[in-house]
């Protein structure tokens, strides 16, 4: 690259880090956002701002109920604010969702299977297949949450290093997968549950009885896997390798005292994580045998029988947060006990309090976040922008694919300065949610665009709170690599996965292909009630 296209990327890269360094944390952002929402709220009621509510009738006119902007300064207002704040928090729809998935995948994380079992899928790659099999192995980590970024990453360099290829483009191409395709995966997981409990609390200020389902993604997530595996290959290998160029050995940095030495790719499992894997597998496999038995067997309490056609798995999908809880922790233990890393009961509950240990922050923030959403609900200012934003949309009369490629790119600009996925959504989501279900599009629909744009733009961002890490793992190989280097080798990956992305988006809601079991692109409000 030219030392003048150089300087460019660089100075932007400079301003993007002083600028989003210029923000505030994530919790505080919420709570100036719920000092400037009170500001809005008595404004709007002072001036009589208000909307037809979409599905509500008014008894006595028999005309569509009309819902007016409340002061959060008024004493129901005050008063509910204080008298229900333990609930306000508690009942935050991700909370409940995050906190017990994440008890089953402390315990699979701490044990070592993730890490063990990342590590056995890419060590004996054949030469020719090393790229797309990290980049797999990357996109379907994210199930493992941090482990995929302090094992794999690194992992992956010393592969491509003792392929003969250059380590930083190994690294380039996991941190692509892990944080570029951060929702493409074929199963889901603690993002899904976090994300659609979001959704849900959006949703229900237009349709109350909206039950969020953590599978309404899973079918675009799957494709997405899909189709970024092949532009993550490409990019890597026709892109970022060809132009980090070949590997010096005497760039390389010894591994700072403070960090642990990147692991070793020849080393072989042992017989004891070899045999904690295969039981692992066998626990997996007893989990889905159960919840099949559940679905299908005597009695199928996981099927709603009563419902119409399309109501009836319904049960089914809201127990697969209780079913990723169990299925983490049941391969998780058994890998444990077989390896000898989970020698007691004790060492299991141990396990699953410091998984709620690392929840800590998330917790802080959920505060902030549930009293903003509750606040921004309270105020009807999320229903009332809604109501006149979908009107406002369907005058100009954009086709929803268009609109949704609108969402992607603006969330992808704003995770330049707001790291957090749940931040972002949480602030987002209140809006764009009943809006689009007022022109039509469902909320699985809003969200999976929301997670394309989100993703692409996380490995550019320095804002990015594993992106000083990743710097490390590339100043291991190359002692002179700094942030704009990282910025750089990484941008075409942003780009390619953006345009991608935005691609799979508009296809998807032009074919008007489900995003998952029994979630539709499009919306239909149910007929207005008194």
């Known amino acids: 690259m030219a030392s003048g296209s150089n300087e460019q990327t660089g100075g932007i890269l400079r301003w993007i880090e002083r600028t989003g360094n210029r923000l505030p944390d994530p919790v505080f952002i919420f709570v100036y956002l719920i000092g400037v929402l009170i500001l809005v709220s008595v404004a709007a009621a002072m001036f009589g701002w208000s909307a037809a509510h979409p599905t509500k009738i008014d008894e006595q006119t028999g005309a569509a109920a009309v819902i007016a902007a409340e002061s959060l300064l008024s004493a129901d207002n005050i008063r509910r604010l204080w008298v229900e704040m333990p609930t306000t928090f508690t009942h935050f729809h991700p909370l409940g969702y995050v906190l017990v998935v994440m008890l089953g995948a402390g315990v699979a994380e701490r044990s070592g299977l993730f890490g063990t079992a990342m590590s056995a899928a890419v060590r004996d790659a054949p030469k020719f297949l090393l790229t797309p099999l990290v980049a797999l192995v990357a996109m379907l980590g994210n199930l493992a949450a941090d482990a995929a970024y302090v094992v794999l990453i690194p992992l992956a360099g010393a592969l491509f290093a003792a392929a003969g290829r250059h380590p930083v483009a190994g690294i380039a191409a996991a941190f692509a997968g892990v944080s570029g395709g951060f929702s493409a995966n074929l199963l889901p997981g603690q993002l899904d549950a976090l994300l659609f409990g979001i959704t849900e609390a959006a949703a229900e200020t237009i349709l109350p009885s909206w039950d969020a389902n953590i599978a309404g993604n899973w079918y675009f997530i799957s494709a997405m896997t899909v189709v970024f595996l092949p532009v993550i290959w490409y990019v890597t290998d026709r892109v970022i390798e060809p132009r980090l160029g070949r590997y010096d050995p005497a760039s390389r940095a010894e591994p700072p005292p403070e960090t642990a030495a990147e692991p070793t790719p020849d080393a072989p499992l042992t017989p004891a994580q070899k045999r904690g894997l295969l039981h692992a597998g066998l626990a997996t496999l007893a989990v889905a045998v159960l919840w099949l038995f559940f679905t299908f067997g005597p009695g199928t309490p996981l099927i709603d029988e009563a419902a119409a056609p399309t109501g009836r798995l319904t049960p089914f999908y809201q127990s697969l947060v209780a079913g990723f809880f169990l299925l983490f922790l049941a391969a998780g233990w058994a890998y444990g006990r077989a390896a000898g890393t989970v020698k007691s009961h004790r060492d299991l509950v141990q396990m699953m309090a410091g998984s709620m240990g690392d929840m800590a922050y998330y917790l802080v923030l959920a505060f902030a976040a549930a009293h903003f959403v509750a606040m921004f609900n309270w105020s009807n200012l999320g229903l009332i922008t809604a109501v006149h934003g979908a009107a406002g949309l369907e005058q100009l009369a954009l086709p929803a694919p268009a609109l949704l490629a609108v969402i992607v790119v603006f969330t992808a600009g704003l995770n330049l300065f707001v790291g957090s996925a749940s931040a972002k959504w949480a602030l987002l989501a209140p809006v764009l949610v009943p ?91 149910p007929a207005a009630a008194p």
């Open 435 to 525: 809006m689009l279900m007022l022109l039509g599009i469902s909320p699985e629909t809003t969200t999976a665009a929301y997670r394309v744009g989100d993703g692409a733009t996380n490995i550019i961002t320095p804002l990015m709170v594993y992106f000083p890490l990743i710097l490390v793992f590339c100043q291991r190989w190359q002692k002179d690599f700094g942030i704009g280097s990282l910025a750089a080798t990484m941008t075409p990956y942003s780009i390619w996965l953006l345009v991608v992305g935005v691609g799979l988006v508009v296809a998807w809601v032009a074919l008007d292909v489900p995003l998952g079991p029994g979630a539709t692109v499009g919306f239909t409000l």
